[in-house]
């Protein structure tokens, strides 16, 4: 009986040693240690039960480590191998736009959010959320992608809209943003981009209805408060503008173009004590 305890002992050693590694890993994880966790969970991992919630914590953590140290194609296979969380799904999709598999970022972004791959819906996503990593060129691939399964959908043309008008191209980005309205006239941000490249057309009168139209759509955004305050102070409308910079600025109390715009308004208006005090709060502020 001994001799069969010691012979059993190694075989218990080598199976309580992967739990101690994963253990490890975790903390040094959540201590944002990521090479130490990478190094104990690429070890624990190997023992490990495929089925097994650790296995599925060992991957997840690892494809989040080599991601947070900026290393996408060793995080890719760890991501491939967990859960599909929204965690590791968006990491995923993250992973493969920063090594330029487009293709695979589109399925993993439309898993992201259960719609099917390829689709016009899953192209959409795709495009939003390369936009705002500032991958534009795929971006608007995928919009073109969208809009040949699904010419009316909505989004598409903002999107190719917003790109245009990034580009400089404005009369460009102000035609798809009218063809966004056309399929989806309740888009408040839709008539504040229209009226904002209108206001940096310098079309001051055009762009105050589109401006408008879109506070009706969203009383609580800031942004077209400010452009059409600015367009009413640049048709020397100085009491429209007060009221509306005013308004403005109980959303958005820190803007500095807003605090501007209202002290320039209040100085036109005469009031130029308050105009200079308002002006004076500028040295406080970033300049955004």
Not at 93 to 116: H, S, T, W
Not at 230 to 248: D, S, V
């Amino acid at each position: 009986m001994l001799f069969s305890a010691f012979c059993i002992l190694p075989s218990l050693l080598l199976f309580a040693e992967p739990s101690e590694l994963h253990k490890q890993g975790v903390a040094f994880y959540e201590q944002k240690k990521y090479p130490e966790a990478i190094g104990a969970l690429e070890q624990a991992v190997q023992t490990e039960d495929p089925k097994s919630p650790e296995y599925r914590e060992s991957t997840l953590y690892l494809g989040q480590s080599y991601f947070s140290l900026l290393q996408p194609a060793k995080a890719i296979p760890w991501l491939e191998k967990t859960a599909p969380t929204v965690e590791a799904s968006y990491m995923l999709g993250n992973a493969y736009m920063q090594i330029r598999d487009v293709e695979k970022a589109e399925v993993a972004f439309a898993r992201l959010f259960g719609v099917p791959a390829n689709s016009a819906a899953g192209h959409i996503l795709s495009a939003e959320l390369m936009l705002k990593r500032e991958y534009e060129e795929d971006a608007l691939a995928q919009a073109n992608r969208a809009l040949v399964l699904d010419p009316k959908l909505p989004g598409a043309h903002f999107i190719i809209g917003e790109i245009a008008v990034f580009h400089g191209q404005l009369d460009e980005g102000i035609a798809e943003i009218g063809k966004e309205i056309e399929i989806n006239p309740n888009y408040a941000m839709a008539w504040y981009r229209l009226g904002e490249v209108q206001a940096r057309q310098e079309r001051w009168a055009a762009a105050i209805p589109n401006l408008e139209r879109a506070i009706w759509l969203n009383t609580d955004f800031s942004g077209p408060y400010i452009v059409l305050g600015k367009c009413y102070f640049k048709t020397a409308n100085y009491g429209n503008a007060e009221g509306i910079l005013r308004h403005a600025l109980t959303l958005d109390p820190k803007n500095y173009a807003a605090t501007y715009l209202l002290g320039q308004t209040l100085m036109a208006l005469g009031k130029k004590d308050e105009g200079r005090a308002v002006l004076e709060k500028l040295k406080g502020m970033e300049h955004r």
